[in-house]
């Protein structure tokens, strides 16, 4: 056992506390023929310097954005992140901070989480916010959860035009609670056809800006969500929020989304933070933790987690989800990230954008793709091709192009498109760069 570091004695003197001979006694429940007998098959250990060498070598065989020109995007986003972040998050007191459940000890962090709670609540124009979710996908199903609670009904319509892994995560979390998803079908790119949303319908579901880029019509998943007395659930990209009518304007119910794009890496997919907002009449529906600003018995101004108990996030059958925590540390990079920007900042990020997704749908039209969808879009395109998309996309990952997400295996008629994101950081000289080598290669 070269990897435990006790003594022949010490695991001598264990075994007689507890009271057995040998350590296979400990493992007598198991059947013989399904106990390991030899040694495991693992590499001898090295020492610290060869150790990093070793992951040094492991990790050089990654590709990500410092390698590659990035046009991938699909959920997480190559944005640029201010030094400010990086500077408060990694302070001591915020990185590791616990669960604040005493306030006496915790004002500096349940204040930062106050300040998180209204600037999502301002961004999606609603009237309340938690103090954020593990990511959007589990943001999406909580809400949809919690629709089926307020409504008494157990069936989800949600948007092919939702991105795939969102809607993964949606069945398991409506299979675990017997709850039906309808998944709405999107042939143009975006949601039109609202049959399936019916008296029987909890929610309707559908992404702003889609999957696709694509900006929905709010207006009409609303009158169709009404008109079926169902709550409309609309995920959205907050930093379209800069330039785009948020959601509350429209009268959605629940905001959810995924804040990645406010000052968080990457991280070859996390940690991120998802968002979750809606209107003031479900606060006590509303999942996982709420920070309140109040005052003590001397008048002083001071914040606390309310409208709940540890006690009632504990005990399950109570709960008003399986969620009882949030991304703490993460919200803490949104609320820095968005303090530094500021409104104009964050609309500037959003002009740009929308500048450079423009010129790139020029430009890689001019080489030889067509724009699959008509509509507007924010930040990302469907880029069709006369060619496998996935094949082209490995093409150009050789030529230093990360080209985007071919949609195949997610939509298998749009095997020869590319989803293409495009953020600020991008220029014109590495647009221009891609339109050349995709159009030597078509």
Known sequence: MPYIPHTEEDRKKMLATIGVDRIDDLFCEIPENLRFRGELDMPT?????????????????????????????AGLYDRYIPASVG?????GEFLTAYTP???????????????????????YGMDVANASMYDGSTSMAEAALMSCAQTGRGKIAVSEAVHPHYRQVLETYAWSSSHQCVEIATPEGATTDFTHVDDETACLIVQYPNFFGQIEDLTAARAAATAAGALLVVVADPVAMALLPPPGEFGADVVVGEGQPLGIPMGFGGPMVGLYACRREYVRRLPGRIVGRTHDHEGRSGFTMTLRTREQDIRREKATSNIC???????????????????????????????????????????????????????????????NATEVRDQLIGQGIMAGLPLGPYYPKLEHCLLVALTEVRTKEQIDDFAAKLRAIL
């Open 45 to 73: 250990g090295l020492d610290e310097h060869h150790l990093f060498l070793h992951l040094f070598e492991i990790a050089a065989k990654n590709l990500s954005s410092a390698k590659l020109t990035w046009f991938l995007g």
């Open 87 to 91: 500077a408060v998050i990694s302070r």
């Open 101 to 123: 459940y005493q306030p006496e000890f915790s004002q500096g962090y349940l204040q930062t989480i106050y300040e998180f709670q209204s600037m999502i609540a301002e961004l």
């Open 325 to 387: 925590t949030n991304e703490a540390l993460m919200a803490l990079a949104a609320t820095v990230y968005l303090c530094a920007v500021g409104k104009t900042g964050l609309r500037s990020v959003a002009e740009s954008t929308v500048r450079n997704t423009q010129y790139a749908i020029s430009k890689l039209t001019e080489a030889g793709g067509r724009i699959r969808f008509s509509g507007r879009v924010f930040g990302e395109f469907v880029l069709e091709l006369p060619r």
